[in-house]
């Protein structure tokens, strides 16, 4: 079977990179608002870059004047707040059928606790919605994109807090209630596994506020509360609007063993079984038995509330999405030269080639994500994330010519167009990520682009902000008319 003729062919974005205008019309201050773009930290040590002391918080959280100059590059994002107009044109011009897009907890509830809704932040996304209706543009929209408010961070232990699951789940009644009749797909939290990855932006957690705490007992908790979040608000959703479809989203890594050795191999697996724990949970709705005993084995206790368990299983999600960049490979020998520049270090695999930011690049690895997510649970799959962050040239004649970035999304398709065709898989849709430059959620760039737009500014804060067509506009328009076909 080809790609079904309603593949919701499309593009992702997330408030806290895109949206920029970050106090504008009463919104609070997010975890996203208090990261910044720091030269001075190498852009492929990912782990550096998410950490933040609690000193840094806190003076960012009082620092809310000038963006550029604080570097804190989320806050102005893309400026898609007062350009929606212009770039859902440029969706429509695409031939979008979809847009992936987060709505910022912050604009509702500015303190995630507060009382009372700020209507001006919901009129903002019945403006948006609106916009999308005008050109038949189907939103996909995540509740949770690396933007939960500051001050759950800082007055509360962020997610680790039960309190949190109350508060967000005011935010998804509030949201769902007002937008259900013209928001058909949901997502409840972005790469749900991220939370020991990047804790403060995932999760609201300040690691220096749990000094002396074994870390990763927080982190299993605050995860608990997130799997509890998730399937509460898919009940909201399916209760409010019935034929609602709602995603989990994880970060599908694919993992290989560097070697035949058995070793290898079955590192390999229990690494890919550290990414399908958290699909598993959603999609089946309980804690596979291998999870409890890596606690057991580490003397991590996990803290359930009764009813817990029953919430989990009554409320699974309708289909998985995820977000595929690259592959990693693992080895339990000494050979092999560390990979250090992707979101997961691991091994180099000497077959695949890497971006600009050490990410290796691997079609044929989505395209076994596809067929094992498919075979695994037999229910439908969304890529919601696939690109190639690179640096862009803009050449003097103003064109930009990123044939890498073609190349990149070309091969990626077609392997995906395999596994649909060939494989058997049900998909949904194909959202590559930052189809207009966006600020990185990793190092805080601007110069680590994904866009088929580009957007004028750097990682200062510079630039006009207007908006160009690279040359791969026009080859993903192509894409997106032949549902595929002309690659
Ligand atoms: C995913 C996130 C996105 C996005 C992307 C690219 O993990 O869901 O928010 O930014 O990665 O990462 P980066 O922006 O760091 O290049």
Redesign the pocket.
Known sequence: MPLRPDFLWGGAT?AN?YEGAFNTDGKGLSVADVTKFRPEIPMTDFAKNQYYTLAEVEAAASDTADDSVLRYAKRHGSDFYHRYKEDIALMAELGFKTFRMSIAWTRIFPNGDDEKPNEAGLAFYDRVFDELEKYNIEPLVTLS??EPPVNLALNYDGWYDRQVIDFFLKFVNTVVTRYASRVKYWLTF??VDSMSRHPLTTGAIIEEKFTGRNLEEVYVQAMHHQFVASALATKIIHDIRPEAQVGCMI?KRTVYPLTANPSDVLAAQAAERDVYLYSDVQVRGYYPQYYYNQLNQKGITLVKNLGDDEIMRAYPVDFISF?Y?SSSCVTTTDKGETDSGN?YSGVKNPYLKTSEWGWAMDPQGLRKSLIDLYDRYQKPLFIV?NGL?AIDKVESDGSINDDYRIEYLRTHIREMIRAVEEDGVDLLGYTP?GWIDLV????SQMS?RYGVVYVDCDDYGNGTFNRRKKKSFSWYQKVIKSNGQDL
């Open positions: 997330a990179q994109h690396y972005n790469e970060t977000s960049y979101i994330e962050g990520w990185s959620a990793g190092t680590k």
